[in-house]
C-alpha cells in the first residue's frame, strides 16, 4: 500500500479525504485494478490526530491542514480562512467528528439532478452500513461521550421546555427535536477517520498505493479524453497516466481549481490567465455554498458547569496524561455535546437549522476568562451561492472565493431565526437557572438587522463547503453527470462534497462516505472485477 515506482495505473484519484479513502478502498477490493491515490498531506501520523482534543492544535498550525484566505463582501470581515485536512483522511482526520445522517428529503435534490440511483431508498443501505445506524456494527464506530455535564442536561431540557422532543439516537438530522450528540470517536476515545476506517487495514494491498506530499498541478489530455495527470512532490515535477479513469476527490475547494488549471471551466477566466480551453463550462467552481456559523456565550454561576479552565496550564497538562492513562476525559471528546435540530417557520415540514451546545465560551481566539457555555447555530440548507476561480495557472496560488453568504432573503430571516430560538432556549428555567448573563459580544442585537450584523461580523464558517462541480442532467447548469462523469470530457470523475447541487447536510462527513462508496460501486459496475 506504500509509495510505487510505478506510473501507470487502471485508476488515479486524487485526494485522500472522507471520498478519496472510501474510493481507494473499493476500487482496489477486487485485486484486479491498479489504484494510485494522491494525497497533498502527510501521512496521518501525528497522535494529535486521533486524541480527540487534539484537534485544536491542528487546526491552529499548518502541518496537517491547508488554509484558504476568503473575500467577504466589503463590510465585512477582510481576513476569514477556510482550513481542509491536508494529510491521509482528510478532513475527517481534523473536524469536530460530529456524526449525522442528511434528511432523507436532502437527495432528492440529488435524485432529481442525477436520476433515482441517488434517490434516499438507494443510498440508506449505504449509511448503515457505515454507521450501523446507531449500533456497534458499522465501518465507523459512533459513540455519544462517556460522561456528560449536567448543563448539558440542562441545555436539553430546556431545549424540550420550547417544545422540542427529546431523542434519543441523533445519528439522524431528519428529526425535529434535541439530545446528545454522536461522534466518530472509538470505545477507546481515538477519532475514527476515513483513514482509519478504510485505508489503514490495507496495508497488504499491493494494488493500491498511496503517494503523499503530492500536488496534483493539473490533468493532461488527449482531445477530450484525460489520460494523465502533472504533480509536483519532493522530487520535483512527476507524471502519472490512468489507463482507465481519473477521479477527482479533492474537494469542493480544490477539484474545481483542478478543473480550470487543465483548461475545464469558464472560457472567459481561462482566456484571461492563457489556459488553452479543453472544454468551456461556465459551473465549475460556481455554485458554492457554506454555513455561516454564529456562537452566542453566556456566562455560568459556576465553575463546575464550564471548561473555559480545562485547556490551559495544569489542567490541560492533567487532562492529556489522563487521556494517555485512560483514554478518558475532556480530551477523549468533541467540543461539541448536543444539539438541537428545528425549524426557522412551523411551516416547514423538516429542520432547516441546528443548533450545538458546548460547554465553553471565547472572546475571540481565547476561552473566556470567566465560567462560560456557548450555544452555536447555523441553517443547514442556505440558499446563498458564491464561487471559486483560480487567479493563476500556479497550483500554489490563492484562489478567489467568495461565499456570498446571507444573500438570499431566506438564509438571512432564518438566520435570525436561529440566534432567537437560543435565546428562546436560554431562557427557559432548566438552562437559565444556571446562566447568568449573555455575554456583551452579542446582548447588544436584538433587532433582526442587528442580528444578521452579528453574523456578518462575527460569522464563521462551518467549514462544510460544497457545489462547486454539481451533478445535473446537462452540461450546460451542471459541472457532472449523474454517474459523476465531468460533462463534456472523457476519463475524469468528481466525487466528492462539490457534487451536491445544493447542501444536503447540516454535516457532510457522513453524507459523502455514503456518496463515495455508493459512486465506486457504479464505476465498478462500468469495469467490473
Known sequence: MNGSNASIFDFIIVGAGSAGSVMANKLSASGRLSVLLLEQGKRDSSVLLTMPKGFGAVLAGTTYVSRYPVTRAANEPSSEVWLRGKTLGGSSSVNGMLWARPQPEGFSALAEAGGDEWAWSRMEPYFHALDGSGSSNGIIPTTTHATQHAITQAFIESSCATGLP???????????GVGYLHFNIDRKGKRHSASTAFLKPLQRRTNLHIETDIQVNKLVFEGKRATSVICHGKGGKISY?????????AGTLESPQILQRSGVGPAPLLDELGIPVIHANPRVGANLREHLLLGISFGVKSWADSENRQYAGLPLIWNVLRYFMTGKGPMAQSPCHAAAFIRSDEGLNTPDIMLMFNPYSREGNTFSESPGVSIAGYLMYPKSSGEIRIRSSDPGAAALIRPNYLGDEYDRRSSVAAVRQIRAIAAQPPLAAKLSRELPSSAAAQSDEEILELYRKGGQPGFHATGTCAMGRDGV?????????????????VVDCSIYPEMLAGITNASIMAVAMRAADRILEEYPA
Not at 166 to 176: H, K, P, S, T, Y
Not at 241 to 249: F, G, K
Request: glycine share 10%; net charge positive; charged share 30%.
Open 166 to 176: 427529546r431523542r434519543e439516537l441523533m445519528v439522524d438530522v431528519g428529526q425535529r
Open 477 to 493: 447548469t451542471s459541472v457532472v453527470d449523474g454517474n459523476t462523469r465531468v460533462h463534456g470530457i472523457d476519463g475524469v470523475r
Open 241 to 249: 497516466t490512468a489507463r482507465r479513469e481519473i477521479v477527482l476527490c
